[in-house]
Nanobody, 123 residues
Framework: QEQLAESGGGSVQAGGSLRLSCAASGYTYSSYCMGWFRQAPGKEREGVAG???????KYADSVKGRCTVSRDKAKNTVYLQMNDLKPEDTGLYYC?????????????????WGQGTQVTVSL
């Protein structure tokens, strides 16, 4: 079973940057897409970004141009670089693993999830 652990969250002022990390361990062979999701209180979980085994990336419209997802194969780690953060980016950020090549970031397509790392963006 694949296990995921997020880190790198914190509090930042609007316009600032954060780099989130997701370290994968255990059985990772079945993973094709690693995705980042976020959830704010009272809102549904939404996809932020994802990266496939072949390097293809995808982003939510709300973060395009501000976020970059990348990977380090040797470390079994994926990253989410977030720049020009806005208050609406606030939420609990999760990384997740999917066996599918995803065109959209849909939570139901992802089988394994980390515990989340909090991102808080203040004015």
């Amino acid at each position: 079973q694949e296990q995921l652990a997020e880190s790198g969250g914190g509090s930042v002022q609007a316009g600032g940057s954060l780099r989130l990390s997701c370290a994968a361990s255990g059985y990772t062979y079945s993973s094709y897409c690693m995705g980042w999701f976020r959830q704010a209180p009272g809102k549904e979980r939404e996809g932020v970004a994802g990266i496939d085994r072949d390097g293809t990336t995808k982003y939510a419209d709300s973060v395009k141009g501000r976020c970059t997802v990348s990977r380090d194969k040797a470390k079994n780690t994926v990253y989410l670089q977030m720049n020009d953060l806005k208050p609406e980016d606030t939420g609990l950020y999760y990384c997740a693993s999917s066996p599918y090549r995803t065109r959209r970031l849909i939570p139901r397509d992802f089988d394994f999830w980390g515990q989340g790392t909090q991102v808080t963006v203040s004015l």
